[in-house]
């Protein structure tokens, strides 16, 4: 159908791959666009059928990790190796699992949301915000992206980036409007 200078087009696509095999399916919209005379495509949305394939072990592994281990700290040393190596930003450390709850952990309350959690070989990358209670009550944020290096079963190495300075600004924050209390 079109519209003055526009066409919207709808329909079904199926992609094949070697030996006639679905690769994908699912639906498709494009519009159009009349430029001097002629119809250009102006955009175009595909939308899988397809089920999202499953996670991998170690994306399971992970994510149950970092949804426990601030819940409960022992899972650490089941979950990690002896000898974690982390990569900061200031610099690389080497750990013992006793440690990486205490140098990880928020002060109070944490909560964990996932954006993004994603496998691929021994590596998994996830994407998630840390939520805690400051003691005025306001939350605090802390955004923060993980790659984690697994041996077999367990979290051997991950580089850590998060923003300390944007944490640390909001705690600076709500001390001061608890101290003019």
């Known amino acids: 159908e079109s519209y003055g200078n526009f066409a919207i087009e709808e329909g079904r696509y199926t992609l094949y ?3 006639d095999q679905i690769a994908d399916q699912g639906k498709y919209i494009v519009t159009w666009k009349k ?3 002629q119809w250009k495509l102006h955009r175009d949305i595909w939308n899988t059928s397809n089920p ?5 072990k170690n994306e399971k592994i992970v994510r149950q990790f970092m949804l426990e281990h601030f819940k409960n ?3 650490i040393y089941e979950m990690c190796t002896d000898d974690l190596i982390v990569h900061w930003a200031w610099g690389d450390s080497t750990y013992p699992a006793s440690e990486v709850f205490r ?3 928020p002060p109070t309350d944490p909560r964990l949301e996932i954006d993004d959690c994603f496998a691929s070989g021994n590596k998994v990358g996830m994407r998630f915000r840390v939520l805690f209670d400051h003691p005025s009550g306001n939350q605090v944020i802390r955004d923060e992206l993980l ?3 697994m041996e077999g079963d367990r979290v051997a190495e991950a580089w850590a980036y ?4 944007y944490e640390q600004e909001q705690r600076d924050e709500l001390d001061a409007l ?3 209390r």
């Open 73 to 75: 700290p022992t899972i």
């Open 35 to 37: 430029e001097d005379g």
């Open 147 to 149: 790659i984690f290096r």
């Open 17 to 19: 791959a070697e030996g």
């Open 178 to 180: 608890v101290s003019k």
């Open 103 to 105: 140098i990880l952990s």
């Open 52 to 56: 999202a394939p499953m996670s991998s």
């Open 162 to 165: 998060f923003d300390r300075r």
